[in-house]
């Protein structure tokens, strides 16, 4: 009896999305093609990459500002592809440099998924691809704005609801936690929650925050309440896990009150319920067994009062809409305002100029001797061009692994079929296959396929042109893999681990401000989020990084510096004055 065909899961999970933006990216470039004539056909190839890969970071709080902002970029990158091609070589390198360095430095971040990479690709397509001469360039930046557009409301369409689910999801998630915590300590059933997990949780809260932000020093309220409501059920996991080994009649009976009002916050972020009812002490107070005002399970009971009552609270509060659109000025001067606000990294600024300098190098030397397909070393530099030097071999093996793998598929395919149409189809199904795949090994296979078949589309027919053109590609992969290697590994290399050191340095100067602010009579609103948000992004970063480097005792330093906060976060701020110790 014949086994029924299975699809794989990773076609029927992302058939549809699949097909439906492979679709999207057809229509808009062809559409762009027609507005804006056939010189700027890569332009719209440059915005169906750039839509996609804007959606790391949420665009849609300030949806005019980040549009202002993107034409701005987008604008100067034409005026600068333009100037790269029609200026004198020293003055041209001025401009290469300068603008690859501040997209670097813009686009690169040290909390969140970098950026930079499709606006250098997309400069460099500029540049080598499609340049255009000054008598062109109006039409170019019509359509550069255009661009920054479709980003925008790409941006609104695709992740409208994205911070509404994130919240709930881990909230959610978090709450899941504490209830197989309860159970553990119920039944001694199941397995305990994994502390660092509910802890990466937290820190994804602050995540999203942080991506959504007006601007520095500019957090909603509804945001700041989004964190403390994920802050109040960690607290409450840790406040679980701390009871005696032995429970008490008193303490078993508030815990099953405590998983009770956890369905309630579950409900109510599920839109099953439209508020939460208010949380009485007397409840909660009523599992203490003990008459003595000051027992344990009194003291205990009192505890979890407290933090169940601000966690209801700030649910409650995250999903006010005034509350959303309401921001705390913050009382900090000028001067401290736009310190914040340049947000200096040394590893950020050593990779913009490092990289900057080789892509510049490399642009000059390939104009001086008119290399044909020199793009393709560019190319190769700025994949392989990492900020930091531990990154970098493995992206080098990626890569010609890649560029081998989709260098002989081309072959054989350009060989066998020679009419342009066939061509086209092989080229628009790597795209579409493409699709499917997340390692870079697997997509950049199929960008292979693309590009070569660009480059023999209407030149080049029969096993030996073809597979002279797949040479030629390999050597100027293998030359920019060689290239990149020795700027970034031997002369100019950063290590991940040197940047781990600083940003030690810089979580313990957060954490100390931040012990010093809750044990403070009044403290800055704004400030104090942006040091919570800043402590939750370092240890995420800290914590990979050293999972990376393999540093023994990570996780202990960083968990003896949370306890040192939490032991002081019985806040002052008029409004948390009550709020429970986290």
């Not at 870079?440 to 070569?452: D, H, N, P, Q, V």
């Not at 100019?492 to 600083?502: D, E, I, N």
Request: proline share 4%.
């Amino acid at each position: 009896m014949s086994k029924k065909f299975k699809i794989p899961a990773v076609i029927k999970d992302n058939f549809r999305f699949s097909t439906l933006s492979f679709l999207f990216i057809i229509a808009y470039v062809n559409i762009f093609q027609f507005v804006f004539g056939p010189e700027n056909s890569i332009v719209g190839v440059i915005f169906t990459i750039m839509m996609s890969a804007s959606m790391v970071r949420d665009l849609t709080a300030t949806p005019i500002r980040h549009f202002l902002v993107q034409s701005a970029v987008l604008v100067w990158m034409a005026i600068a592809a333009c100037l790269v091609t029609v200026l004198p070589a020293i003055p041209g390198f001025a401009v290469n440099f300068i603008t690859i360095a501040l997209i670097l430095y813009a686009f690169t971040y040290e909390y969140s998924s970098h950026l930079y990479f499709p606006y250098i690709l997309s400069y460099l397509f500029l540049v080598f691809i499609s340049p255009v001469e000054l008598s062109h360039l109006p039409m170019r930046l019509y359509g550069m704005l255009t661009g920054a557009l479709s980003i925008i409301l790409y941006q609104l369409f695709m992740g409208r609801k994205r911070v509404a689910e994130t919240a709930n999801d881990v909230l959610n998630e978090m709450i899941d936690d504490v209830g197989k915590m309860i159970s553990f300590r119920l039944d001694q059933s199941g397995e305990q929650p994994d502390f660092s997990e509910t802890r990466r949780r937290l820190c994804r809260l602050s995540q999203t925050v942080y991506d959504r932000r007006k601007k520095i020093l500019c957090v909603s309220d509804a945001s700041f309440s989004m964190i403390d409501a994920g802050r109040g059920l960690e607290n409450l996991l840790l406040l679980i896990s701390e009871m005696p080994q032995e429970l008490s009649s008193g303490n078993r009976t508030l815990l099953i009150h405590t998983k009770s009002w956890l369905d309630i916050f579950r409900a109510f972020l599920s839109s099953e319920n439209q508020t939460i009812p208010e949380l009485t002490q007397e409840g909660l107070s009523e599992s203490s067994t003990c008459d003595t005002a000051d027992s344990e399970d009194t003291k205990t009971a009192l505890t979890f009062y407290q933090t169940l009552s601000y966690t209801r609270n700030k649910l409650l509060h995250m999903t006010d809409p005034k509350r959303r659109i309401h921001y705390r000025r913050t009382a900090l001067s000028l001067k401290t305002q736009l310190y914040a606000a340049l947000d200096y990294s040394p590893v950020r600024a050593v990779y913009a100029i490092r990289t900057a300098l080789l892509l510049s190098c490399a642009t000059a030397l390939v104009q001086f001797l008119g290399l044909p397909h020199g793009k393709w070393l560019l190319f190769t530099l700025a994949s392989v061009s990492l900020p930091y030097a531990d990154d970098v071999p493995v992206k080098i093996k990626k890569r010609i692994l890649a560029t081998l793998i989709g260098g002989a598929i081309s072959v054989i395919i350009y060989s066998l079929i020679p009419s342009p149409a066939g061509r086209t189809a092989a080229m628009m199904l790597s795209g579409y296959i493409s699709f499917y795949f997340s390692d870079y090994t697997e997509t950049f296979a199929c960008s292979t396929i693309g590009a070569l078949g660009g480059a023999v589309f209407m030149s080049s027919f029969g096993f030996q042109a073809v597979g002279g053109m797949f040479v030629i590609r390999i050597c100027y992969v293998l030359a920019g893999a060689l290239i990149g290697y020795l700027a970034n590994c031997l002369i100019f290399p950063y290590s991940r681990a040197k940047a781990t050191r600083q940003l030690w340095k810089r979580y313990i100067t957060v954490t100390e401000l931040l012990t010093k602010i809750c044990r403070s009579v009044s403290a800055d609103a704004q400030l104090y989020y942006n040091l919570v948000i800043q402590a939750h992004l370092l240890e995420e970063k800290l914590s990979a990084n050293a999972c990376l480097e393999k540093w023994e005792g990570s996780s202990e330093l960083l968990a003896k510096f949370r306890n040192k906060v939490r032991q002081a976060h019985r806040v002052h701020i008029p409004e948390h004055e009550k709020a429970p110790i986290f």
